[in-house]
């Protein structure tokens, strides 16, 4: 017994010597809790501003009672007190306040940092009615990331931190997971070989829409990507954010559907205007539905730890299989299926899916549709991501979902095509509106979901800024702050006038309708495969008079900056956008003339439509991440062996030219990029040009099929060629 009473008080005076030397560590250099905390957010600013991070002092405060993120900035003694509700917050308010004060701007095209010698005085405070700022697409991790390592996932989350985003889709690494449950239910490494798409083509396979396309999937792919999005989450979550990752939708390669003839699997049809491999869709009454999806993030878990949030599409552009006579009993079946199994496996984990199917075929998503298929999820257990405002008003239509928690946004960029638009006052007028909307329902998010990134870098500063801002602050306003911090010094009453008359021109086009014109995809008629039948066209959208006075004044202002000033880059931008739709006037100009039977004009716009692409080729070479060569490089190296690179630069030049299948997909992801305009756009045309020439001077029909046919063949030599 006195042996026992000894222990415990040698333990006991232990346990206060360790005690007294954490709270010395705690005191020695000011350590703190708060230190601990926000290490993370700390580090977002050091990677930006070096050393001069020391000067900041962050911490986080806690309101239980209220979800609201919120800041406040506050500038003492040269030292910058941030306070915040968490860490992606305080990393919004740190470059909230570095942007303010024309120090820093943080951009896909690169960072501008000039910071000033002491910290000017500086006070505000932030918050914002949404609990959630969403980012990123399912069809990014196709049109923009598949070739990104740790290094370019480390800037974009950082990027995310410093525009307040904390609802982040992160689909990398699930086709380990995936793997490994299928060989769990018995499918070869062959079958799986069979089953995978290509890298660039995964997400539309994770969605549903097609298999096998442009495969095999390297195994080195498998290993590599379960790294990367171990980093890519450690990280988000690290930083306070909330990523959406993957669950089972329903969706079962072709094999298993082979090796289970008992189970209720439906072939659906070929997707997009067919030409694909058909999917299978597993019955949400089959006993495997729920055995399937739990097990799917039983795995996920192990290998990257628990998650709040679960995106799983069932019908992303895919009509429902269910009978017409017992529809909507069938449709609330798959979606209390879905939740009921992403509750069982991750109790209290919210189920996400894309509200973009509910505008994408409004004629099948009626309103009795839709709330059947919701009706059996509890409202706070499902978020549905109404992220196609600029086209549809799904929300409105659909009466702010039921009850079910949405979120508010924009897709902007589809298929990483680029032409230069946007529209900031849209955007703040819709804002402003939906807040006032005493129909809104209980809406939690706002955010931006583009299908590919790395363009007009002003769209996604503004739209980041305005859930905290809520579109109180005028665009004027807002517009003079964002270019002393992108170009470095006060604005001249000259560069401003160029961006009012951007304002006017081409950031105030809502959706760019051209890039879909007659059922024919491609940013600008120079960018869609050759047709005759671009006489009928309207005209691109904006006004291209103004745009050519904004660049009129860009290009006498830019002389007065440094060279890799951002005011050169943004005049490159505006230039090869208004010369690609001075060539959509001319191109059908051209075809009139040669149908017209006057070689002559169309002789002289030929060679003026080729100089003016020559021209905007070479003008690009100046934006070198906005280049063919890159993209390829990018894809190339991502393979460790010659094999497997081989495969993904092929990917890589398919996806953005043909795409796949038969329907009308070629072009729909095409880039406005060096390399681009001179070898793929103006050779298809001059071949096309060449031939309607060669029908007038012959006095014989013109075969557009024909010609079109040939056009095609030589796309697909295009994507094999080195």
């Known amino acids: 017994m006195k042996r026992e009473n000894l222990k415990s008080k040698k333990y006991n005076s232990l346990k206060m010597a360790v005690s007294v030397m954490?709270?010395?560590?705690?005191?020695?250099?000011?350590?703190?809790?708060?230190?601990?905390?926000?290490?993370?957010?700390?580090?977002?600013?050091?990677?930006?501003?070096?050393?001069?991070?020391?000067?900041?002092?962050?911490?986080i405060v806690e309101n239980k009672e209220n979800k609201s993120d919120w800041f406040e900035i506050e500038t003492k003694n040269n030292h910058v007190k941030i306070k915040g509700s968490n860490n992606t917050a305080i990393c919004y308010a740190a470059y909230n306040f570095l942007r303010d004060i024309g120090a820093v701007l943080v951009s896909w095209e690169g960072n501008r940092v000039d910071l000033p010698k002491s910290w000017p005085e500086y006070s505000r405070k932030g918050t914002t009615p949404f609990q959630y700022r969403e980012y990123l697409n399912a069809c990014t991790f196709g049109y923009t990331t598949p070739w990104w390592d740790w290094k370019r996932w480390e800037q974009e989350i950082d990027w995310m931190a410093m525009h307040g985003i904390n609802l982040p889709t992160a689909m990398e690494g699930q086709e380990a997971v995936w793997q490994e449950l299928w060989k769990e239910y018995g499918l070869t490494s062959t079958q799986l070989e069979a089953h995978f798409a290509g890298p660039a083509f995964l997400p539309w396979q994770r969605m549903g829409n097609i298999n096998s396309l442009e495969g095999p999937l390297p195994q080195e792919w498998f290993s590599k990507k379960e790294e990367l999005q171990k980093k890519i989450l450690e990280r988000m979550r690290a930083l306070d954010m909330h990523p959406v990752v993957p669950a089972f939708s329903g969706y079962v390669p072709k094999a298993f559907a082979e090796k289970h003839p008992e189970a209720k699997i439906t072939e659906l049809k070929s997707w997009s205007g067919g030409g694909f491999a058909s999917t299978f869709l597993l019955d949400s009454k089959d006993p495997l539905f729920k055995k399937i999806g739990k097990r799917f993030i039983e795995i996920y878990t192990k290998m990257y730890g628990k998650s709040n949030f679960y995106l799983a599409d069932s019908f992303n552009e895919i009509e429902p299989p269910v009978s017409e006579h017992n529809k909507y009993e069938e449709l609330s079946n798959y979606g209390s299926a879905i939740y009921e199994t992403i509750n069982e496996a991750a109790p209290g984990a919210v189920w996400v899916m894309q509200g973009w199917l509910f505008g994408d075929n409004k004629e099948f998503w009626t309103k009795e549709a839709t709330s059947a298929f919701l009706s059996k999820v509890p409202n706070d257990r499902l978020m549905i991501q109404d992220y196609a405002n600029d086209r549809y008003k799904v929300w409105e239509n659909q009466e702010a979902f039921y009850g079910k928690q949405w979120t508010y946004g924009y897709v902007h960029n589809y298929g990483g095509s680029n032409p230069v638009y946007g529209d900031l006052n849209f955007y703040k007028n819709e804002l402003t509106s939906l807040l006032k909307n005493p129909n809104r329902g209980n809406v939690v998010g706002y955010g931006a979901m583009p299908e590919g990134l790395n363009n007009n870098s002003i769209v996604y500063e503004y739209i980041y800024d305005?859930?905290?801002?809520?579109?109180?602050?005028?665009?004027?306003?807002?517009?003079?702050?964002?270019?002393?911090?992108?170009?470095?010094?006060?604005?001249?009453?000259?560069?401003?006038?160029?961006?009012?008359?951007?304002?006017?021109?081409?950031?105030?086009?809502?959706?760019?309708?051209?890039r879909w014109w007659n059922d024919r995809a491609g940013a600008y008629l120079l960018f869609k495969r050759p047709t005759a039948t671009i006489t009928e066209f309207k005209g691109n959208p904006g006004d291209k008079k103004k745009l050519k006075e904004a660049l009129d004044i860009l290009t006498k202002e830019a002389k007065k900056f440094d060279k890799k000033n951002f005011i050169n880059y943004d005049l490159i931008d505006a230039s090869r956008h208004y010369y690609s739709l001075c060539i959509d006037e001319d191109l059908m100009e051209c075809v009139k003339a040669y149908q017209q039977k006057d070689i002559a004009k169309g002789d002289q716009l030929f060679k003026k439509i080729e100089k003016q692409a020559l021209d905007i080729d070479k003008m690009m070479s100046r934006q070198p991440l906005n280049s063919l060569d890159q993209w390829v490089k990018s894809a190339s190296d991502y393979g460790d062996s010659p094999e497997v690179s081989k495969l993904y630069v092929k990917n890589a030049k398919t996806l953005i030219t043909l795409w796949g299948g038969e329907g009308h997909l070629n072009d729909y992801a095409s880039r406005s990029w060096n390399g681009m305009y001179k070898g793929f756009y103006w050779p298809r045309w001059?071949?096309?040009?060449?031939?309607?020439?060669?029908?007038?001077?012959?006095?014989t029909p013109f075969d557009e099929t024909k010609e079109r046919e040939l056009i095609k063949n030589w796309e697909i030599k295009w994507t094999e060629n080195k």
Do not use: H
Not at 24 to 49: H, M, P, Q, W
Not at 686 to 699: G, I, T, Y
């Open 466 to 514: 305005l859930p905290w801002s809520q579109g109180e602050q005028p665009v004027n306003d807002w517009l003079t702050k964002y270019l002393n911090a992108r170009y470095g010094q006060t604005t001249s009453k000259s560069v401003f006038q160029a961006w009012e008359l951007l304002l006017e021109s081409v950031y105030n086009i809502k959706y760019w309708e051209t």
């Open 22 to 59: 954490l709270l010395f560590l705690c005191s020695f250099k000011g350590y703190s809790k708060n230190e601990e905390n926000t290490k993370d957010a700390l580090a977002v600013i050091e990677r930006l501003i070096g050393n001069r991070a020391s000067e900041f002092e962050l911490s």
């Open 686 to 699: 001059k071949m096309f040009l060449e031939a309607l020439k060669k029908s007038a001077v012959d006095n």
